[in-house]
């Protein structure tokens, strides 16, 4: 592997878990706005993770703005099963709820540590700034990066160059031939690495196949993986 300095990492999914934090974020959100309409059942979630996921799909492939994601969401999952409420303030109670998450998943936090150790770290996330602030702050994980980006602060959103660009202005002395981005997601991370011209570590540890036309010089099914990459561990 070629020597780099900067290393991009990306925030849910590969350091944090946003699968935890999501489902108590959803619960209390449905306690609060919906639990008189009638009892939560687990396929609510499964339905809002459904209308969730479409609309993330929309904002990396520019067909919405991120406003109408927030409020879109909800309002779609609202009409697919029939409970009522102000979309904008169930977003609101959302995201109240999910800024008291900031879940690992285990290793993260470690792998942070010693990689910060022998690279300068910065988080890129897609996502409301103010929600992954707290998270980040919560996780601990700022302890051992150098900064952070957060694509509600950056105006654009990963895999659009914009993000990168902004992403790039902020980094002292940066160089896009000594920067790697580690991250899960293969339509937001991959895709905007190559986007914006930097090599990648896929991390995929659930496997899977790379689709025709993107370019990953780098994939990892584990953190010990990542380890044996960028900190020639055994």
Same mark, same amino acid.
């Given at each position: 592997?070629?020597?780099?300095?900067?290393?991009?990492?990306?925030?849910?999914? $590969?350091?944090?878990?946003?699968?935890?934090?999501?489902?108590?974020?959803?619960?209390? $959100?449905?306690?609060?706005?919906?639990?008189?309409?009638?009892?939560?059942?687990?396929?609510? %979630?499964?339905?809002?993770?459904?209308?969730?996921?479409?609309?993330?799909?929309?904002?990396?492939?520019?067909?919405?703005?991120?406003?109408?994601?927030?409020?879109?969401?909800?309002?779609?999952?609202?009409?697919?099963?029939?409970?009522?409420?102000?979309?904008?303030?169930?977003? @609101?109670? *959302?995201?109240k709820n999910l800024g008291q998450?900031?879940?690992?998943?285990?290793?993260?936090?470690?792998?942070?540590?010693?990689?910060?150790?022998?690279?300068?770290? *910065?988080?890129? $996330?897609?996502?409301?700034?103010?929600?992954?602030?707290?998270?980040? @702050?919560?996780?601990?994980?700022?302890?051992?990066?150098?900064?952070?980006?957060?694509?509600?602060?950056?105006?654009?959103?990963?895999?659009?160059?914009? *993000?990168?660009?902004?992403v790039f202005s902020r980094i002292?002395?940066?160089?896009? @031939?000594?920067?790697?981005?580690?991250?899960?997601?293969? $339509?937001?991370?991959?895709?905007?690495?190559?986007?914006?011209?930097?090599?990648?570590?896929?991390?995929?540890?659930?496997?899977?196949?790379?689709?025709?036309?993107?370019?990953?010089?780098?994939?990892?099914?584990?953190?010990? @993986?990542?380890?044996?990459? %960028?900190?020639?561990?055994?």
């Amino acid at each position: 592997m070629k020597h780099y300095r900067f290393l991009l990492l990306d925030a849910d999914g $590969t350091l944090l878990d946003f699968d935890q934090d999501m489902l108590h974020a959803f619960q209390a $959100t449905f306690e609060t706005c919906f639990a008189r309409q009638r009892p939560y059942a687990p396929e609510l %979630l499964d339905t809002y993770e459904r209308c969730n996921d479409r609309w993330w799909k929309k904002l990396e492939r520019g067909e919405c703005e991120k406003s109408q994601l927030f409020t879109g969401r909800f309002r779609d999952f609202l009409a697919e099963t029939g409970l009522s409420g102000d979309p904008e303030q169930i977003n @609101e109670t *959302y995201f109240k709820n999910l800024g008291q998450g900031g879940a690992l998943l285990p290793g993260a936090l470690e792998l942070v540590r010693d990689l910060s150790e022998q690279y300068e770290l *910065y988080i890129v $996330t897609n996502g409301n700034a103010a929600t992954q602030k707290t998270r980040l @702050e919560r996780s601990g994980l700022l302890n051992y990066v150098n900064s952070y980006f957060v694509s509600e602060d950056a105006g654009a959103a990963k895999p659009d160059v914009r *993000y990168f660009d902004y992403v790039f202005s902020r980094i002292p002395g940066f160089a896009k @031939e000594e920067a790697l981005l580690i991250g899960d997601s293969l $339509t937001s991370d991959m895709l905007g690495a190559q986007n914006a011209g930097i090599d990648a570590v896929w991390y995929c540890p659930q496997g899977g196949e790379v689709p025709e036309g993107l370019s990953i010089p780098y994939r990892a099914g584990s953190f010990g @993986e990542i380890r044996r990459l %960028l900190l020639q561990q055994p």
